[in-house]
């Protein structure tokens, strides 16, 4: 084992501070990463303060990881030292089941082992996220990061962008479709970016004018202000796919019936209360009301070459380490555009 530094939260009650804890040292197939930048996700917040009623304290969290290489196992075959490297969501899986065999280790039937508040399989214990200087991951789980574009705006991609990107992909949205991206926040301006890049026309709903000149920056055809009634009805029944990333509590048929006939509306922010469905929206177009969750390995590395190919990134503010409570709290009044990133070389300057 070998001492790593990081920020955590040591209860609900508490903001993150200064941690020391233990790492496994890398076995055959593992890789040690130097962190050097973490994302920043909205569910880093809920678990830190137990909003989900299941975080393991001490909580270290982090799961949009982008590092450097510093050692690996000698069974590794795919990284050497130096080489980028990132870490999403989840370090593990069981890696038999249909879907894990499949490459959606994200359903995987005995879910998934999550990057952090998971279970440390080696050492024992939880597993610490990337709110620190280093990480130990099986090469199983390790992702290739393209080089040519900013790294504190690719982390983000980790979590944010294979979100949004996995659905768009999977409903196979494309040139010659309408396609909806609802709320324009760290996976909405994700979503739009994808929409667009993959050739069709994008339409941005979110309730703000204030966000009509950033979403069109981002690449979205029209953005429709969806508290307007008139601007909601001019679009109805006229989208093959909406994608919404809304967390909070908002009327979900009112963008049904914005659907074409066989149309299909995912899911991917979470309200933390259940959403009413109107359903006679779904059944008289036989419209589609879908969720999805990330992407497994393989897609998320096909994101990662995507953007390389289409220079994509996340829209990122960076912070020091120090700085992270205030994040969390700007987090919640929407004041970032659109997803803070860490830059862990900050971590140095914490005694």
């Not at 809920?46 to 909580?59: D, G, I, K, L, S």
């Not at 894990?100 to 280790?105: H, I, K, M, T």
């Not at 700085?323 to 971590?347: C, H, P, Q």
């Amino acid at each position: 084992m070998f001492v790593c530094a990081g920020f955590a939260a040591q209860s609900a009650d508490d903001t993150l501070g200064p941690f020391s804890f233990n790492r496994r040292d890398p076995g055959p197939k593992d890789i040690q990463i130097e962190i050097l930048y973490c994302g920043v996700c909205h569910s880093d917040l809920h678990q830190a303060r137990n909003e989900w009623h299941n975080t393991v304290y001490p909580c270290l969290p982090g799961h949009e990881i982008i590092g450097r290489v510093t050692k690996t196992g000698a069974e590794v075959t795919r990284f050497k030292q130096g080489d980028l490297a990132g870490v999403g969501c989840m370090v593990d899986s069981c890696r038999t089941c249909a879907s894990c065999r499949e490459g959606l280790e994200q359903y995987c039937e005995k879910g998934f082992n999550p990057t952090y508040n998971g279970k440390e399989t080696v050492i024992g214990g939880t597993t610490f996220g990337g709110y620190s200087n280093a990480i130990v991951v099986d090469e199983a789980f390790v992702l290739r990061v393209p080089g040519n574009l900013d790294l504190a705006g690719v982390a983000p991609l980790l979590c944010a962008g294979i979100t949004t990107y996995s659905p768009l992909r999977h409903w196979k949205v494309g040139a010659g479709q309408k396609v909806g991206i609802v709320g324009l926040g760290g996976l909405g301006h994700m979503g739009v970016k994808f929409a667009h890049a993959f050739g069709a026309h994008t339409v941005l709903f979110t309730t703000s004018e204030s966000k009509v000149k950033d979403g069109k920056r981002l690449g979205a055809d029209e953005v429709v202000i969806s508290k307007n009634p008139s601007e909601m009805a001019a679009h109805a029944s006229s989208f093959d796919f909406i994608l919404d990333t809304v967390a909070g509590p908002h009327e979900i048929s009112r963008y049904l019936d914005l659907l074409k006939r066989d149309g299909t509306l995912t899911q991917v922010g979470a309200p933390e209360k259940p959403m009413s469905v109107e359903i006679f929206s779904l059944i008289f177009k036989r419209r589609n009301f879908a969720g999805s969750l990330i992407g497994g390995i393989a897609e998320t590395q096909e994101m990662l070459d995507f953007c390389a190919a289409h220079n994509i990134t996340a829209d990122v503010e960076v912070i020091p380490i120090q700085k992270i409570n205030e994040a969390y709290e700007r987090m919640l009044r929407s004041d970032v555009k659109y997803r803070f990133t860490i830059d862990m070389s900050s971590l140095k300057q914490t005694a």
